[in-house]
């Protein structure tokens, strides 16, 4: 089993930048590919970025350019760098391995609004 924990979100104003981090504990060899992932009100999660164990990336069309995923293996954590964040970048974000998926964290909070 793999408990993740995420952290870093807030109120940001548009244009604003903010770093998230995602902690892995557990068993955590098992996780190769990691993604981040996004849910807004009313609407189904979404994967917004992936990376693998050896660090190649991919990222949505919706965030491409204005994010960065990155990774630490020897920290078990995983980073989402947001910069020119918009009103629609609002959701609670999550990090979860792409296969299998774990149990999902509490997710951390997104605000963009002036």
């Known amino acids: 089993q793999v408990q993740l924990v995420e952290s870093g979100g807030g109120l940001v104003q548009p244009g604003g930048s903010l770093t998230l981090s995602c902690v892995a504990s557990?068993?955590?060899?098992?996780?190769?590919?990691m993604g981040w992932y996004r849910q807004a009100p009313g609407k189904q999660r979404e994967l917004v970025a992936t990376?693998?164990?050896?660090?190649?990336?991919n990222y949505a069309d919706s965030v491409k350019g204005r994010f960065t995923i990155s990774r630490d293996n020897a920290k078990n954590t995983v980073y989402l760098q947001m910069n020119s964040l918009k009103p629609e970048d609002t959701a609670v974000y999550y990090c979860?391995?792409?296969?299998?998926?774990?149990?999902w964290g509490q997710g951390t909070q997104v605000t963009v609004s002036s």
């Open positions: 979860n391995a792409l296969a299998p998926q774990q149990p």
């Open positions: 990376i693998t164990r050896g660090g190649t990336t």
């Open positions: 557990g068993s955590t060899s098992r996780l190769n590919s």
